[in-house]
């Protein structure tokens, strides 16, 4: 219970100090900053090591006899050879094993499941039964059509062309202030959390 | 006026600062109640989990960090009120690092504490796997080899909730709630395409807009975005979080910001047109 206090002291200390640079630059916003960066590299290489080392390497290879896993073992300490100059080459086929990995599995996603789905999603029927529904489909089709349109440089945007690239221009303003929008929502939310905790958690003055 | 505007135009940001805390903390030590409804997607997310049967195993990935908490874990412990309220079994684990401690709480907060579920048979906590979109390829081939064991240690063979869990094809859905990359974008592309299974997310309001367009194509059946969607979730489960709570701040710090960027507008203009 008294590390729960003592817990929540810090952290109240820790949050007034990072709000304190809204005011201007000072020794206290430094300090929070300097702990917050050397305690979040020491919490990410413990917990990388307990977490993912340890479990799917060191583990199933020294306790479980998991021999084939010397592979990925030798493939990661490739990585480290980047610190010698003269075999720092060696790294890169491990890095191109992860490249092509993630590469991979990342185009194929994007294609089947992004990609071809949304263009599906998006052929929609301009006449249906309810009004609302065929706007609505009407402001997609539009919208997304002055998009593209704004998006191809193979020709100059005059004309007709450059006409409807304009109403492109329209479309992606609105979802950019969309996006802002949803950037402030999210933003105030989080300020919004650290008030609620020094007010609750730390002052006790919420009810 | 001109010298109101001239004020407005000079106006330190630190005023804003203030007006934005008042904002906030004011409507949280006197709430005002601000009236909002469900909306589609919200209601969609909670239905997808209410037609799930009794009893099924449900998939839930909580891919996020203590620096989205605010906008998220309200969402998360309501995901698990409604879960386990209709006797669902969870299956929970994270693909971000820091994500396990922060399931640890909500499953303790919700499943021990407020439903008396046995650790094991009504929920467990696989922890997180390195690997991002590979760890969901590698789930569809195999769950317990992705995850040989829990976030505690124990081994997924032991754990009687893991028993005939081989795949995707015996989970009834994945309730995903996402703070970024890997989240709900990956597991669109990497798993609900390509087994066709039900989908539903919570995220931060930032990433909203980059998501509404799957749930307009049918490939999340519900969205939760950022504190918004937490507060409209926590009403339709009948729950009383962060989310509702912080919705009076959200909605006066929202105005005072809209009143700021007009004003601010206003005053530049209003100067340009008489300069020129």
Redesign the interface.
Do not use: C, D, W
């Given at each position: 219970m008294t590390y729960d206090i003592l817990g929540i002291w810090v952290a109240a200390f820790f949050t007034l100090c990072i709000f304190s640079f809204l005011y201007r630059d000072n020794f206290f916003y430094k300090l929070a900053e300097h702990i917050f960066v050397g305690i979040s590299a020491g919490y990410g290489v413990a917990l990388q090591y307990h977490n993912v080392f340890l479990p799917n390497l060191w583990n199933p290879l020294t306790k479980e006899g998991k021999l084939i896993l010397v592979i990925p073992f030798f493939l990661g300490a490739l990585l480290f050879t980047r610190f010698l100059d003269k075999i720092s080459w060696l790294s890169r086929w491990a890095l191109a094993l992860l490249i092509g990995i993630f590469s991979g599995a990342a185009i194929i996603g994007y294609g089947s499941g992004d990609l071809i789905l949304q263009i599906n999603a998006n052929l929609l029927p301009l006449k249906t039964n309810s009004l609302l529904t065929s706007l609505n489909n009407l402001i997609l089709t539009v919208g997304l059509i002055a998009c593209l349109i704004y998006f191809f440089y193979s020709k100059e945007h005059k004309g007709g062309f450059g006409f409807v690239a304009r109403i492109g221009i329209f479309f992606l303003m609105i979802s950019f202030g969309a996006s802002f929008g949803y950037t402030v929502m999210s933003r105030m939310s989080l300020l919004i959390g650290r008030v609620y905790f020094l007010l609750d958690d730390w002052l006790g003055i919420l009810h | 006026m001109r010298k109101f505007f001239e004020f407005i135009n000079k106006l330190d940001r630190?005023v804003i600062?203030i007006f934005?805390?008042l904002a906030?903390?004011i409507p949280?030590?006197r709430p005002l109640n601000i009236k909002f409804t469900v909306t589609e997607p919200v209601q969609g997310f909670y239905d997808a989990i209410e037609k799930v049967p009794q009893g099924s195993k449900v998939l839930f990935s909580c891919d996020y960090e203590p620096?989205?908490?605010?906008?998220l874990f309200p969402m998360t412990v309501a995901a698990l009120e409604q879960m386990l309220r209709r006797n669902l079994k969870v299956i929970a684990l994270s693909l971000w690092?820091?994500g396990?401690p922060i399931v640890e709480e909500a499953l303790s907060d919700v499943a021990e504490k407020q439903f008396k579920s046995k650790y094991g048979v009504d929920y467990v906590n696989l922890?997180?796997?390195?690997g991002?979109?590979?760890v969901m390829?590698s789930m569809g081939s195999s769950i317990p080899t992705t995850f040989?064991?829990d976030f505690r240690g124990t081994k997924v063979s032991e754990i009687p909730i893991m028993q005939g869990v081989s795949n995707f094809s015996d989970v009834k859905l994945i309730v995903n709630i996402s703070g970024g990359y890997p989240g709900t974008?990956?597991w669109?592309?990497?798993v609900?395409?390509?087994y066709n299974i039900g989908l539903v997310s919570g995220c931060?309001?930032?990433s909203?807009?980059e998501y509404y367009?799957y749930y307009?194509?049918?490939?999340l059946r519900g969205l939760l975005?950022?504190?918004?969607g937490a507060a409209e979730y926590e009403m339709l489960v009948g729950r009383t979080g962060?989310g509702r709570?912080?919705m009076d701040?959200?909605s006066m710090?929202?105005l005072i910001?809209f009143l700021f960027i007009v004003l601010g507008n206003l005053a530049y203009f209003s100067l340009k047109k008489k300069k020129t």
């Open positions: - | 630190r600062f934005v805390a906030i903390i949280l030590l620096g989205s908490r605010p906008e690092p820091a396990p922890g997180f796997k390195e991002r979109e590979v390829v040989p064991q974008k990956e669109v592309q990497q609900q395409a390509r931060t309001a930032v909203a807009p367009p307009q194509s049918g490939q975005g950022g504190m918004k962060l709570k912080g701040a959200q710090a929202h910001i």
